[in-house]
Each structure stands twice: as C-alpha cells, then as structure tokens.
Antibody, heavy 121, light 109 residues
C-alpha cells in the first residue's frame, strides 16, 4: 500500500533553516510527481511546491519562492523540502502528497501524516 | 490569482443530505477535486474530476460542477462524515499552482 512518511519538523528560530523529508513506499516513486502542502494551525490547506517525476521541473507558491527548494532522490524514494529564511508565518503542518491526474487535471491521491514546523524565537 | 469560496460551515441531521459548495470564476471549465479532513488527520481524497470517486469512497459522495459553482453532495449523512471539506483546482497557470478553498466544516447534528 502507498505510504508517505514525513520527518524533520521541529521548532526553529526565525531566519534559520530546516529540511523536511518524505519517505515513499508502496508505489513507483520515480514515476510520480510530488507536492508539498501545508496547513497553519487552525487554518486551511495551502499548496507549497511541486516537483516533476524526474526532478527537472519545480514550481513554488509565491509565499515561499526564493526561500524554499523542493528536491527528490528517486534512488531513495525520498522527497525533500529545504526551507531557508524561515518566518513565523511558515509555522504549519507540512504534508507531502503524491500527484495523480485524471481526465482533466491533477490532484493528490495520497497524503502523508504531516510534520509540524514551528518558527518561533 | 484564482479564488475559491466555500461556506465556513454546513450542518445537517443524520440521514439527510449535505451540500457543500465551492464557488469560483467559471469553475465549471475546471476540474474540481474534494478532500475530507478529520481532526488531527491528513486530508483524504473523496472526489476527483468533479464527480469521480476513488476506490473505497462510498457512493453517498457525489459531485457536480457547472457555471461558477461546484458542489459536493453527501447523501444519507452519517456521524462519521463530520469533518472539514476542501475543494481544489489547478489555477491554469504555467506554474502548475494548486488553489484550495478555505474549507467547510460539516457538522452532523
């Protein structure tokens, strides 16, 4: 069965960096584009970033562009999110999600359980 | 940027039908996807491409999309359906951005 397990969250001071990881299993990771989606405490879902299956194409939300970098290692079935220059407003649960596409557009058919990032001094 | 509007809350008695709307400019031209999120849990896909159900999702969940409104309909609502529901679309940009609605809290009375 498909499993996505995030790790790397924690408490970090503003301006510092953190790297999140997502370990994938139960499917051919190298054939799937992957997303990061976050959810601030008590708030809704916010799309963060997308990486193509081969890792060549990367896309970011305006709120994180220039500060966050999405990457992957297909040999390890792993997805990453390098977060630099963190701000208080980056505090959220970060989910990795597998992208699947239907007849019209794409959606997230599997999600990890999330990892909490708290940016605070 | 593209905006999706959902009602903050919807309440329904058990056994009745719940309808959760998702409004957006010409959303009928886009594929809409719906997620269910229970407290402390990750989102779960319940509908994709407006009205298709992933395996394991009950037939009680259905959807429609036309004009400026997409609708998630839950028939014969059960206590276990109480959750937050989010709609999602691709905003049509070359940046492949996804947009989520603000979410609707479904309360089963």
């Amino acid at each position: 069965q498909v499993q996505l397990v995030e790790s790397g969250g924690g408490v970090v001071q503003p301006g510092r960096s953190l790297r999140l990881s997502c370990a994938a299993s139960g499917f051919t990771f190298s054939s799937s584009a992957m997303h990061w989606v976050r959810q601030a405490p008590g708030k809704g879902l916010e799309w963060v970033a997308l990486i193509s299956y081969h890792g060549t194409n990367k896309y970011y939300a305006d709120s994180v562009k220039g500060r966050f970098t999405i990457s992957r290692d297909n040999s390890k079935s792993a997805l990453y999110l390098q977060m630099n220059s963190l701000r208080a407003e980056d505090t959220a649960v970060y989910y990795c999600a597998r992208r699947s596409c239907g007849s019209t557009t794409c959606y997230a058919d599997y999600w990890g359980q999330g990892t909490l990032v708290t940016v605070s001094s | 940027s593209y905006v999706l509007t959902q009602p903050p809350s919807v309440s329904v008695a058990p056994g009745q039908t719940a309808r959760i709307t998702c409004g957006g400019n010409n959303i009928g031209t886009k594929g809409v996807h719906w997620y269910q999120q229970k407290p402390g849990q990750a989102p779960v896909l319940v509908l994709y491409d407006d009205s298709d159900r992933p395996s394991g999702i009950p037939e009680r969940f259905s959807g429609s999309n036309s004009g400026n409104t997409a609708t998630l309909t839950i028939s014969r609502v059960e206590a276990g359906d109480e959750a937050d529901y989010y709609c999602q679309v691709w905003d049509g940009s070359s940046d492949q951005r996804w947009v989520f609605g603000e979410g609707t809290k479904l309360t089963v009375l």
